[in-house]
C-alpha cells in the first residue's frame, strides 16, 4: 500500500480472527514506532507485548471485555524522566502517542486490523504490566521504577479488508 492508502484504511475494527500475529510483523511495527519524533529524540516510550492467551484475556478484563480473543496486544507506557515539560505541559503524552500511531499505521500496512483504547485503569494495568514476563517487554533501556500507562491496543487480522 502506498502511504495515502495505509492512513485511509486505518480504524478501529472489532471484527477479528484469532489467528496469531507473526513476530517478525510486530518487530516491524516496534521499528517504525523506535523511527517517531520524540522530545530531543528521547524515545520515552516502552511497549509491552503481550501475546500468551491467557495475559490478554486478563489484560482485555481490565480494559474490555470484548477484546479476550484477540491474538495480540501491545501496552504503551511512557517514562516522563525522559521527556520534556513545559508551559505545564508534559510531552511523554505527545512522544508516546507519536510513536504508538507509527506503530498502528505499519500494523495496518501490514495487513493487521487495531483498536487503539485509552481510559482504563491505569493502576491495574501498570500492575498487571509490571509482571508480564520480561521476554515481552520490549524497551530502549531498563525499566523505570514507575512508568505511566498511556495506551494499549488490541491487534489481529483484518477481515474487512480480505487480507489475511
Given at each position: 500500500?502506498?502511504?495515502?492508502?495505509?492512513?485511509?484504511?486505518?480504524?478501529?475494527?472489532?471484527?477479528?480472527?484469532?489467528?496469531?500475529?507473526n513476530k517478525e510483523i510486530i518487530m516491524k511495527c516496534l521499528e517504525a514506532a523506535r523511527s517517531a519524533p520524540s522530545w530531543a529524540n528521547r524515545q520515552c516510550w516502552h511497549f509491552i507485548i503481550v501475546m500468551d492467551r491467557d495475559k490478554i484475556e486478563k489484560l482485555s478484563s481490565m480494559i474490555n471485555f470484548w477484546l479476550k480473543d484477540a491474538p495480540a496486544?501491545?501496552?504503551?507506557?511512557?517514562?516522563?524522566?525522559?521527556?520534556?515539560?513545559?508551559?505545564?505541559?508534559?510531552y511523554y503524552l505527545v512522544d508516546v502517542a507519536i510513536a504508538f500511531e507509527h506503530f498502528v499505521l505499519a500494523a495496518t500496512n501490514e495487513g493487521l486490523g487495531t483498536c487503539w483504547l485509552g481510559g482504563f485503569d491505569e493502576e491495574k494495568v501498570y500492575v498487571f504490566s509490571s509482571i508480564l514476563n520480561s521476554r515481552n517487554f520490549h524497551q530502549n533501556s531498563s525499566r523505570p521504577e514507575k512508568l505511566s500507562n498511556i495506551l494499549a491496543?488490541?491487534?489481529y487480522w483484518d477481515y474487512e479488508r480480505g487480507r489475511n
Open positions: 500500500m502506498d502511504f495515502a492508502e495505509v492512513i485511509a484504511a486505518r480504524k478501529s475494527i472489532r471484527n477479528y480472527s484469532n489467528k496469531p500475529v496486544a501491545v501496552v504503551a507506557c511512557g517514562d516522563p524522566s525522559k521527556s520534556g515539560f513545559k508551559n505545564d505541559q508534559h491496543i488490541f491487534f
